[in-house]
């Protein structure tokens, strides 16, 4: 008789990932076909630039990574909210739009990868709590934060065109959405995914992606760009590329 099994997920976050150290998936045929012999290796990847702010100012930020929403995870795969309010194909660029609503500062770092979700780059460092208090009372916790960020990704999913609000520098798409990445047999991986992931191989990732993100945000609507208390989503933080670790496979 088979007997449950009770398995511990950790609610810490993982140690950080550089997309720099994971290979670009190969393409054949104008596809992006992935091998999965290779991957992933440390390689080169399209640039991404040093950063132009302190990452001690947000070192002790809560983090956010798409998997965190994604209803093709498990919660021991990376999942952390609950399947009623997870949603197919995150982005990380959404979450910013979620986040921004709130009113809360964030730092948004295109390049860090969650260490179970390779191909779906983007981290977002948010400022909940400073000298031991919350710092708006539109959200308690991480937790609650995690509820209010799905509950903007339910209300806004995304579409085959929404990477193309995060345009890249160096990767020209003539205004048309990126093909889905052709996924090996018994891999998940999501059907929609920024124009910079590995799985989909692209451009370099602008040194002012995040201000051009927030000046974006800033002068339109949510859903293509939100708007709200633009000031206080932080507008001068840009990614972040430093300390990178390897993947251990």
């Known amino acids: 008789m088979a007997h449950a099994r009770v398995e511990e997920v950790s609610d810490s976050d993982p140690d950080e990932m550089d997309i720099a150290d994971i290979s670009p998936a190969p393409r054949q045929n104008g596809g992006s076909l ?47 909210v609950s399947k009623s309010l997870a949603v197919h194909n995150p982005l990380a660029r959404e979450m910013c739009d979620a986040i921004f609503r709130l009113g809360l500062q964030m730092a948004f770092e295109a390049e860090k990868t969650h260490p179970k979700d390779w191909a779906n780059p983007g981290r977002v460092r948010v400022l909940l709590r400073q000298d031991g208090q919350p710092v708006s009372n539109k959200v308690s916790n991480k937790h609650h934060l995690y509820i209010k960020v799905a509950e903007h990704l339910k209300e806004y999913p995304a579409d085959e065109k929404t990477p193309l609000r995060l345009p890249i520098a160096g990767l020209s798409t003539d205004g048309n959405p990126p093909a889905p990445p052709a996924v090996p047999r018994h891999w998940k991986m999501n059907k929609i995914l920024p124009l910079h992931s590995p ?8 040194e002012d992606l995040f201000k051009d993100m927030m000046a974006n945000m800033q002068g339109g609507q949510v859903g293509d760009s939100p708007t709200g208390a633009a000031a206080a989503a932080g507008g001068n933080q840009r990614s972040n590329k430093k300390d990178k670790k390897k993947l251990k496979g």
């Open 34 to 80: 992935m091998n999965p012999s290779d991957i992933p290796h440390q390689t080169q990847q399209p640039s991404v630039p040093a950063p132009a702010h302190d990452p001690k100012r947000f070192k002790h930020w809560a983090c956010l990574y798409p998997i965190y929403f994604d209803a093709s995870k498990t919660r021991a795969e990376g999942r952390r």
């Open 199 to 206: 799985a989909l191989s692209g451009g370099g990732v602008s």
